[in-house]
């Protein structure tokens, strides 16, 4: 009877995920059209990196580099699962993938690529009182991680940890979101906290410093934003 | 040296706006003449505008260098390299203005690199940012949904520079030396570029351009190439490909020969990007000129201060070589670029880099940005 039960929670919360999977992601994204300065601090890393971030949809994003000054013009463009970062030294722009570091405990596509929904077919593993956990499943190839499990309030769904996994199931590294504060009308987490899971003090803090609704043109997303 | 008093004037009175201020001096060592050569003081000034609030969006991009050389005679130069307005709305891109255009994601020999004049003052082609030259032209880019169509209108093509007379690459006096002079709209240069982004990560583009040949340095022929480059990832790998057609080219056996002919030129190599080392290999293929290349590009970035390059290319069946090693160390607000370039080969129609055999040269860049 447990296991029918169980069965049936799991069907029902596959049923109806997608509209989960979104309203976890609107804590983090504030509409479909935005931009976002992210400072990243690293344990790694002697000075801070800040990024303008600018989002449209899940698969439109540009990312331009304010600090340190020997990162400047390291701009990046990500157009689906398919990214571009501009070398300064070679003058040119190369193309990379959504896993690679970006720094610290960053890989591009934690600030590239802000939804879960759409890239990852989810089922609900757990629910606790406080807390769901949530089994993430990467729909196609290229995406920064092939499997994520999220925690989230059971409250108000907004995400409270996750961790980040290798197709094989190996964690690379974790987050816990926290801080959150009235941004645009909504709750949302100002600080993301990540930790390489092999070198446990090796860490890096997301800190979202501002985010703004614009609507950007879709000509904004082209490689010659780069230069 | 008045322009290069006015530009750092004009930098100084626009600072409030907050624009990277470069000043720096380059010189060459030439191992066989021993002699310093190429050596000017330069000054550049970058800043832009962006504004992204209203419909239409903006940018205003304001780059300009000026060079004044203290190994010779020539006049000050005044670079423009990016002074230009781009305005967004919607799906469209339209930017006018002093450009310099970009055509390829490779290194080296850029051979899709047709729509910039260039500086052959040094004869050294891959640094672009100080071998491309600006032209005044307007570019307008379409892009809906994973095509992307960009029209070009040069017009005024500019000219190349060609190196000095008496200088390392012009100690006989062959060519007259100096900026080739281009009239203003006479002559534009024109073409289209459409490029498509399939699902599977392919980046395939065709393009058409009308040109000037710049196969061969200075010449006032147009001609009209076709283009088309590839990139496509896999892993982390990333493959791509650049190959040009031009119809009834001028092309350059040797310095004092000039021939016209279908050039067919084609550039296929991988790249990849480690956390702290990008790597690059590719094969480039002449198949007229029947100079066949191999090379490799390798730039190490793990220390903070000192960011060692090295490039080599190799023709694969005969000894001409170019080799580059690359030292850029960056303190604070200082940079100094340290560049060794070592050549070898003969000196037959069938060799690049064997003509400059005798010009391996160590180059000193010492520059500080405010």
Do not use: C
């Amino acid at each position: 009877m447990k296991i029918l039960l169980l069965l049936t929670v799991l069907i029902s919360s596959v049923a109806s995920g997608k509209d989960l999977l979104v309203e976890v992601d609107e804590y983090r994204n504030p509409s479909d059209s935005y931009s976002m300065k992210v400072r990243i601090q690293s344990s790694t890393e002697k000075e801070d990196s800040v990024f303008l971030v600018y989002l449209k949809g899940n698969d439109k994003t540009l990312i331009k580099v304010e600090a340190p000054k020997k990162m400047l013009k390291r701009n990046m463009l990500m157009i689906g699962e398919n990214m571009w970062v501009y070398v300064p030294n070679l003058k040119r722009s190369v193309r990379i993938s959504l896993n690679q570091k970006l720094t610290g405990e960053a890989a591009n596509g934690d600030i590239s690529r802000m939804r879960w929904a759409g890239d990852y077919n989810y089922k609900i593993t757990k629910k606790n009182k406080s807390d769901w956990q949530l089994d993430l499943e990467a729909k196609k190839e290229g995406l920064t991680y092939a499997k994520i499990k999220v925690w989230i309030s059971a409250k108000d769904k907004r995400p409270l940890r996750a961790e980040f996994l290798t197709l094989s199931g190996k964690t690379i590294k974790t987050a816990s979101y926290s801080d959150y504060k009235m941004t645009l009308g909504k709750l949302r987490p100002k600080k993301i906290h990540i930790v390489d899971s092999l070198k446990k003090d090796q860490y890096s803090n997301l800190i979202i410093e501002s985010m703004e609704n614009k609507n950007f043109p879709d000509s904004l997303f082209t490689e010659k934003s780069l230069e | 040296m008045k322009y290069l008093a006015i530009l750092m004037i004009y930098s100084t009175s626009v600072f409030a706006a907050a624009p990277q201020f470069t000043l720096g001096t380059r010189s060459s060592y030439f191992f066989d003449d021993n002699k310093l050569a190429n050596s000017f003081l330069y000054a550049q000034t970058e800043y832009s505008y962006e504004n992204y609030d209203n419909e239409m969006g903006l940018k205003l991009n304001f780059d300009i260098r000026a060079m004044d050389y203290y190994s010779s005679n020539e006049k000050t130069i005044v670079d423009p390299v990016n002074l230009s307005a781009e305005f967004l709305l919607d799906s469209h891109r339209f930017q006018i203005g002093f450009v310099r255009y970009r055509f390829s994601e490779t290194f080296g020999l850029q051979l899709l690199d047709i729509a910039n004049p260039r500086d052959y003052s040094e004869f050294i082609f891959n640094d672009l940012s100080w071998a491309k030259r600006s032209v005044f032209g307007m570019n307008h880019t379409v892009k809906y949904n994973r095509l992307e169509t960009q029209f070009i209108l040069t017009l005024w093509p500019n000219g190349d520079r060609l190196p000095y007379k008496g200088s390392p690459f012009n100690e006989d006096g062959f060519i007259e030396g100096g900026v080739v002079e281009r009239p203003w709209f006479k002559n534009p240069e024109y073409g289209v570029r459409t490029k498509y982004l399939f699902e599977s990560g392919l980046d395939l583009s065709l393009l058409y351009f009308h040109h000037f040949a710049r196969s061969t340095p200075g010449l006032n022929e147009q001609v009209d190439s076709f283009g088309l480059a590839f990139s496509y990832v896999h892993n982390e790998w990333v493959l791509r490909g650049d190959n040009l057609y031009t119809l009834s080219d001028f092309v350059q056996p040797t310095f004092l020969q000039v021939e016209e002919k279908n050039h067919f030129q084609s550039l296929w190599g991988i790249d990849r990007v480690w956390e702290n080392f990008t790597l690059g290999l590719q094969v480039q293929f002449d198949f007229n000129l029947y100079r066949h290349y191999a090379g490799g590009q390798f730039e190490y970035s793990a220390f903070d201060v000192w960011k060692p390059a090295i490039m080599v290319f190799k023709n694969i069946k005969r000894e001409d070589y170019w080799l580059q090693v690359k030292n850029r160390f960056s303190i604070g607000d200082f940079n100094i670029n340290l560049t060794y370039d070592s050549f070898g080969g003969e000196k037959t129609d069938k060799d690049l880099f064997g003509h400059f055999s005798s010009h391996d040269r160590f180059l000193i860049d010492v520059s500080a940005s405010f």
